[in-house]
DNA sequence: CGCATTCTTGACCCAACTCAATATAAGTGG
DNA sequence: CCACTTATATTGAGTTGGGTCAAGAATGCG
C-alpha cells in the first residue's frame, strides 16, 4: 500500500482537462476501467480500438527486441493521454505500473472523429504533439547523455509532471526506470546512491521516496 | 551536384499526399522556399509560425546540449511534414541536409487550423502520428541496440522510406547519422566497413552510395 | 592543381555492462 | 504478529563496446 504523499491525482486531472471544454463525452466508451499493477493495457501488434486517458495511477508504453531487451517509451500519469497511434494496431504495449484507472476512448478512423468531436481532437492533437516533444527530448537523453545526467533528467522531469516542490514518490521500480533510460538497474542504482553521497537528493524508506534536495545542481546536469 | 539515383523524391510525393484530398492549397503561405546545403529553416526557440512540407532534398530535425554535444531527432524526406510542434516556438531547429525545397504553411492556432481546413488536419495528425511511431522507433534503438544494429536499422529505414529495392544514395554526411544514432564518426565508419568486410553491403564511390547486399542479414540484424 | 572537408584506421582508455553476492523490503499464510 | 518466501535494491569485482586522441587517406570544391 501506498502511504499518503504530496502527489494529487485529482489536482492533476482537473488542471490538465481545463482547455478540454467538457465535450469529451461523446466518444467514451466506457466510464471507466481498472488496471492491477503489472496487467496489460493493451498489447503490441493488438488492433488499436481505443485509446486512453489515465484517471489515476502510472502506465509504461514498452517495446521489445526479440531477444527480451526492453525499451520503456514512456510514462503516462494522471490527465496524460495514450495509446493513439498511426495504423490499425498497436505498435507497444501498454502496462499498468501500478493500481491504475483510465477511461477508454473509442477510435474509430480518425476522419470520423474529427467530425464527432472537434474540441476533443484539438486537446488530442495537442496531447499528441505534447508527447511528440516529449519523445525528442528523450532521445536526446538517450543519444548523448551520461548516466549521471539521464537520472538527473528523468528525476526533474518526473517532478515537473508530477508538480511537487522537492518530495517525489517514484511510482515505478529500478528495472523500469532503467529501461526507460537505456541503463542498467545496477548502473541506476549506483546513479542514485551517488546523487545521495554528493547531496543532490535524499532516499526514504524503501528507496522509493526522493527528496530533491538540491534542484540547482540537478536542473545543472540535466540541461 | 547529385548524381542521378534510383530514387524520385516526385514519385514519393504523389504516392504520400493521395490522402490529402488536393485542398492544402488554402493555408499555404508561400508556393516553396528553397535552401542551401547547411542552411537553417528554422531555429530553436524561435517563434513557430510556419510548420513546412519537404518537396525535395533532406531536412535535419537537430538539438543541442549547451557543451556541443548534438542529436539529430530526424531526417525529413520529400512528401514529409516537420516543423508542426506544440507551444509558441520551435524546440528544435531545422536544417538543409542538401539542396532542399519546402512548401510553407501557416501555422496560426490549432483551433482556427482545425476549421479551416479539415482535409489538411486529417493528413497532418497523421503525419504527426507517423513521427510519433517513428520517435519510438527511435528511443529502442538509441536505449538498447549495438552499434551494428542501429547502422543495420538506419539503412532499411532509410531504404524503406526512399523505396529503393538495394541502391541507396545518403544524402547526409557521417557526422550526421552518428548524431542520429548516438554514436561518434569513427564508430559509424568503423561499423560501416565492417558491413561490407561481411558482405552485407557494399560501398561505391565517395561512400556516400550504399548497395545493400544481404538484405536478410541486415533485417535480421535491424529487428 | 591545391586546399579544405570528409572519411578511415590505429592505439589506448573508460563509463557502463556483466556476473555474483548480499541486503532490504514486501508479502503471505499460519 | 511473526516466520518464511519472494521480489526488489544495493554493492563489489572484473570485462568490454564504443569513446577519445591522433594520424593519414580520399574526395571534391574553387
Redesign the interface.
Known amino acids: 500500500m501506498h502511504t499518503v504523499s504530496t502527489y494529487s491525482p485529482d489536482a492533476a486531472i482537473s488542471a490538465r482537462s481545463a482547455s478540454l471544454g467538457r465535450s469529451d463525452a461523446s466518444l467514451r466508451a466506457a466510464p471507466q476501467r481498472a488496471f492491477a499493477k503489472g496487467t496489460e493495457v493493451f498489447g503490441e501488434g493488438e488492433p488499436s480500438t481505443f485509446f486512453y486517458k489515465v484517471v489515476s495511477g502510472t502506465v509504461r ?1 514498452v ?1 521489445l ?2 531477444d527480451g ?3 520503456i ?1 514512456g510514462f503516462y500519469m494522471p490527465g496524460d493521454w495514450f495509446g ?4 490499425q494496431s498497436h ?2 504495449t501498454a502496462e499498468a505500473v501500478d493500481q491504475v484507472l483510465v477511461i477508454p476512448y473509442r477510435r474509430g478512423d ?2 470520423s472523429l ?2 464527432a468531436d ?1 474540441a476533443l ?2 486537446a488530442l ?2 496531447s ?6 516529449r ?6 537523453l ?4 551520461t548516466a549521471l545526467e539521464r537520472m538527473a533528467s528523468f528525476l526533474m522531469e518526473l517532478a515537473a509532471r508530477m508538480d511537487v516542490r522537492d518530495r517525489l514518490r517514484l511510482p515505478m521500480q529500478r528495472s523500469d526506470i532503467a ?4 541503463l542498467t538497474i545496477e548502473t541506476v542504482s549506483r546513479t542514485v546512491m551517488q546523487m545521495v553521497r554528493a547531496g543532490l537528493i535524499k532516499l526514504d524508506d524503501s528507496g522509493r521516496t526522493v527528496i530533491l534536495a538540491d534542484r540547482k545542481g540537478l536542473e545543472l546536469l540535466g ?1
Request: proline share 2%; charged share 30%.
Open positions: 508504453t517495446k527486441l526479440s531487451r526492453r525499451q517509451d493513439l497511434e498511426n495504423g505498435r507497444v480518425l476522419g474529427l467530425k472537434p481532437i484539438e492533437v495537442e499528441t504533439l505534447v508527447n511528440l516533444d519523445a525528442h527530448e528523450h532521445m536526446m538517450l543519444g548523448r547523455k529501461d526507460h533510460l537505456g540541461a
